[in-house]
């Protein structure tokens, strides 16, 4: 799939870049002691692509979620679409996370979402 698709600009200085970032994204939004689920990487083919697979996917872990009343975590690399899509999912964005590897930046936005609890259920 790389070969056909590309690493998605990532190249070795601009991974521990982003790594240094997003560790001090977690240190700031990581609080809860029950811990997250992380949504990290997440990804369709193109020309699958609006057809709910990849809410099918998240969907198999925001339930698991939901159970165990954690919060899932997420960061997305595009503002537009992904955000609205995972809005719609009960995600809220946390913190944008600036990434510049000498003026050459790419922002990565954090978004969570709150477990949702069943009434009635214990």
Partial sequence: MNL????????????W???????????????????????????????AQGKGIGRKLFEAVMDRADEEGRKCYLESSRAEPNMAIYRRMGFELKKEMLCDDDGEAITLYCMMREPRTTVGVS
Wanted: aromatic share 16%; with cysteine.
């Fill in 4 to 15: 056909t698709y590309g690493r998605g600009g990532l190249n070795v200085r601009r991974y």
């Fill in 17 to 47: 870049i982003w790594k240094a970032k997003q560790a001090e994204a977690q240190a700031q939004l990581w609080s809860d002691d029950k811990g997250y689920y992380f949504c990290n990487i997440v990804t369709v083919l193109p020309e």
